[in-house]
């Protein structure tokens, strides 16, 4: 088995429905997301993906997120934009991308609100 991560950051703004407390005001992160991805088999040039394509559609993911107010994205519109919430977001999103990628799969996706908080999202 083979593991490859990826990290990237975002800007943006959320509060939370229905929270007691600060966090239910308007308010900003720097997120920075950890990807992580695996696969058993590599490819023609014997590598799972090329990090750069693997960075790529990170990015992609998080330009829909990033210098907005993520409660008015279609996804957060029903959804408390937490940051288990958006992790799960960018696992579904990336898995879409990753399609073109037979032997790729994501194993988790970790947003971190600060550098000592994060959620993990992860399918078993």
Known sequence: MYRLKVKDHFSSAHYLRNYQGACENLHGHNWIVELVVEGEKLNEIEILIDFKDLKQILKDVLSELDHRLIN??????????????????????????LKDYPNVRVKEVTVFETEKASATYLEV
Do not use: Q, T
């Not at 994205?73 to 990336?94: D, G, M, Q, T």
């Open 72 to 97: 008015e994205h279609p996804y957060f519109k029903e959804r408390n934009p937490s940051s288990e919430n958006l992790a799960r977001f960018i696992f579904e999103k990336v898995k879409e991308r």
